[in-house]
T-cell receptor, first 114, second 116 residues
């Protein structure tokens, strides 16, 4: 069994400020973890993924996330927000088996203020 | 990167008609495809898992006779909404897994279905 909790359905930051989107997971087996971004009326785009290699994962658009097993967390960060980062962000977990289903969090809407 | 397309991007139909949505993996063979439904401001709800050459596996509460899924080849899966009603109006998204990519899902752009 697996689940994802995204703390904070809405996050608002000023342009240039730190972005922190929180994700906690539970999984009965070692997990793969993902962050996706969704712009209005579009599909999801992968930002980054954790696959049991390095615990600090760097992704596209300056985002990174750190896998912390002891805290069962996989928070997404970006040092300096840009207006174009405004979107919906989803954290997802899947078992580390071939073609395993992913479970998605409820999403966090990121707003960037000028 | 791997590309997944969906067609159509938008469809408006009358109540009682059937609508087919296609999901194609353009540059890889997708052994597994997923179909999701997304309501406004909500997360993705997995409807079914589609494996090439076998019957789809539906999630609890999803009517398999209403949402027909066919995964006819390693690059194509279709979702047919039969006898559509206004409550079926939603954003439908497919995704595909490329073997060996740690279950990374490549998502299609989505299909907006509106049933009048």
């Amino acid at each position: 069994a697996q689940s994802v909790t995204q703390l904070g359905s809405h996050v608002s930051v000023s342009e240039g400020a730190l972005v922190l989107l929180r994700c906690n997971y539970s999984s009965s087996v070692p997990p793969y973890l993902f962050w996706y971004v969704q712009y209005p009326n579009q599909g999801l785009q992968l930002l980054l993924k954790y696959t049991s290699a390095a615990t600090l994962v760097k992704g596209i658009n300056g985002f990174e996330a750190e896998f912390k097993k002891s805290e069962t967390s996989f928070h997404l960060t970006k040092p300096s927000a840009h207006m174009s980062d405004a979107a919906e962000y989803f954290c997802a977990v899947s078992p580390n088996t071939n073609a395993g289903k992913s479970t998605f969090g409820d999403g966090t809407t990121l707003t960037v203020k000028p | 990167g791997a590309v997944v397309s969906q067609h159509p991007s938008r469809v408006i139909c009358k109540s009682g008609t059937s609508v087919k949505i296609e999901c194609r993996s353009l540059d890889f063979q997708a052994t597994t495809m997923f179909w999701y439904r997304q309501f406004p401001k909500q997360s993705l709800m997995l409807m079914a898992t589609s494996n090439e050459g076998s019957k789809a596996t539906y999630e609890q509460g999803v009517e398999k006779d209403k949402f027909l899924i066919n995964h006819a080849s390693l690059t194509l899966s279709t979702l047919t909404v039969t006898s559509a009603h206004p409550e079926d109006s939603s954003f439908y998204i497919c995704s595909a897994i490329n073997r060996g990519t740690y279950n990374e899902q490549f998502f299609g752009p989505g299909t907006r279905l509106t049933v009048l």
